[in-house]
Antibody, heavy 121, light 113 residues
Framework: QLQLQESGPGLVKPSETLSLTCTVTGGSLTSITHYWGWIRQPPGRGLEWIGSIYYSGSTFYNPSLKSRVTISVDTSKSQFSLKMSSVTAADTAVYYC?????????????WGKGTTVTVSS | DVVMTQSPDSLAVSLGEGATINCKSSQNVLYNSNNKNYLAWYQQKVGQPPKLLIYWASTRESGVPDRFSGSGSGTDFTLTISNLQAEDVAVYYCQQYYSSPLTFGGGTKVEIK
């Protein structure tokens, strides 16, 4: 059964770079029929799509975050990663990784449990 | 961006009764070439990640009880929960994947009356 697991620091200082990794187990990151994405949820608020990646490395970003975000993939480790630069308190959120179902970055059928990132000095 | 507007923000329903959640998109999310609505519904319980319930506006994800159903087309969509169970207490989100950026509705909280 496919599982996703986010990992990374739970506390990041303002102006620094947030780095998270999503490890895929029980399935293949190189599936040609799936994209992989990052979504975040600030405390008590709704969901925001950050961006998605294909195993080939093709990326798609939310324009509102694009200038600060890089998503990459390491197929040898079955991982994909998120880097977000120049973070502020507004980036405090639960960060989820997820698998898109279908041949593009469509709906998401498998989600990680999420990891809480707090931006604070 | 396609703005997704959900209503109501919250609702309280008696056990065994039905619940209706509405979602309106600011732009059409029906792709004419394949006649599919690029609209999904998710359920999020407290402390858990979202769970996919419905995609293509009306296709139920495997394992989802048939008391959950999705309908609508174009810009207006509905998630219906019939025979509400205690385990259905959650926040429900709609999401469009017709165009980038992917966007979600603000959520509808369903509680037991």
């Amino acid at each position: 059964q496919l599982q996703l697991q986010e990992s990374g620091p739970g506390l990041v200082k303002p102006s620094e770079t947030l780095s998270l990794t999503c490890t895929v187990t029980g399935g293949s990151l190189t599936s040609i029929t799936h994209y992989w994405g990052w979504i975040r949820q600030p405390p008590g608020r709704g969901l925001e799509w950050i961006g998605s990646i294909y195993y080939s490395g093709s990326t798609f970003y939310n324009p509102s975050l694009k200038s600060r975000v890089t998503i990459s993939v390491d197929t040898s480790k079955s991982q994909f990663s998120l880097k977000m630069s120049s973070v502020t308190a507004a980036d405090t959120a639960v960060y989820y990784c997820a698998r898109h179902l279908g041949s593009y970055y469509f709906h998401m059928d498998v989600w990680g449990k999420g990891t809480t990132v707090t931006v604070s000095s | 961006d396609v703005v997704m507007t959900q209503s109501p923000d919250s609702l309280a329903v008696s056990l065994g009764e039905g619940a209706t959640i509405n979602c309106k998109s600011s732009q059409n999310v029906l792709y004419n070439s394949n006649n599919k609505n690029y609209l999904a519904w998710y359920q999020q319980k407290v402390g858990q990640p979202p769970k996919l319930l419905i995609y293509w506006a009306s296709t139920r994800e495997s394992g989802v009880p048939d008391r959950f159903s999705g309908s609508g087309s174009g810009t207006d969509f509905t998630l219906t929960i019939s025979n509400l169970q205690a385990e259905d207490v959650a926040v429900y989100y709609c999401q469009q994947y017709y165009s980038s950026p992917l966007t979600f509705g603000g959520g509808t909280k369903v509680e037991i009356k």
